[in-house]
């Protein structure tokens, strides 16, 4: 079993940065995927960044050149770092570990733009 843990959401402003970051703990495999996904109220969770089979990591559209997904994988912590943040981005954000057939979410951490 794994669990995540999401922290580092919170209020900024528009054009503002966060950081989250996604804690793992329990039985980690030496290979996994990570991805970040957020949900917004009425719309279904997207994914906004996902790391591969092969190691490249996919970024939605509307967040290329702002916002990247790094791992530290001696601390078994990923990452989502979020710069220019818009309004558009205030959601919930979750990380999503797959490990062989499993697959772990985290509780999730609000992320709010705002002025």
């Known amino acids: 079993q794994v669990q995540l843990v999401e922290s580092g959401g919170g209020l900024v402003e528009p054009g503002g940065s966060l950081t989250l970051s996604c804690v793992a703990s329990g039985t980690i495999a030496a290979i996994n995927r990570m991805a970040w996904y957020r949900q917004t109220p009425g719309r279904q969770r997207e994914w906004v960044a996902i790391?591969?089979?092969?190691?490249?990591?996919n970024y939605i559209d509307s967040v290329k050149g702002r916002f990247t997904l790094s791992r530290d994988n001696a601390k078994s912590t990923g990452y989502l770092q979020m710069n220019s943040l818009k309004p558009e981005d205030t959601g919930v954000y979750y990380c999503r570990l797959i490990q062989g057939d499993n697959v772990y979410w985290g509780q999730g951490t609000q992320v709010t733009v705002s002025s």
């Open positions: 790391q591969t089979g092969g190691g490249p990591i």
